[in-house]
């Protein structure tokens, strides 16, 4: 189960950190990620993290200003710099593994949380 959390409404410029809380899994590494969908448009990938060696990803519309990283059970995202066009649903993901070019692509993952809105004005 993937319990996100930490959305909320703020303006151009400011910051939010989003929370994933994972239970129920139980190998040791995981692939992990932070998608969004805007109203009318496909879920994107924004950043990925496999938990054996903290390897990251990011999209290149979020590079520099978004951070992901994991503690224990728990997946972050770090939002920066946070401008209008990254207004959606976020949601966080998880798979047994992180696949090539798959890592930030919905099809790369199998378990989803319900999200949380991020409203940026």
């Known amino acids: 189960q993937l319990v996100e959390s930490g959305g909320g409404s703020v303006q151009a410029g400011g910051s939010l950190r989003l929370s994933c809380v994972a239970s129920?899994?139980?190998?040791?590494?995981?692939?992990m990620g932070w998608f969004r969908q805007a109203p009318g448009k496909e879920r994107e990938g924004v950043a990925a993290l496999y938990t054996g060696d903290s390897s990251t990803w990011y999209a290149d519309s979020v590079e520099g200003r978004f951070t992901i990283s994991q503690a224990k059970n728990t997946l972050y995202l770090q939002m920066n710099s946070l401008k209008p066009e990254d207004t959606g649903m976020y949601y966080c993901?998880?798979?047994?593994?992180?696949?090539?070019?798959?890592?930030?692509?919905?099809?790369?993952?199998?378990?989803w949380g319900q999200g949380t809105q991020v409203t940026v004005s």
């Open positions: 993901a998880a798979d047994r593994y992180c696949r090539g070019g798959l890592v930030l692509h919905v099809a790369g993952y199998n378990y």
């Open positions: 129920g899994y139980t190998y040791s590494s995981y692939c």
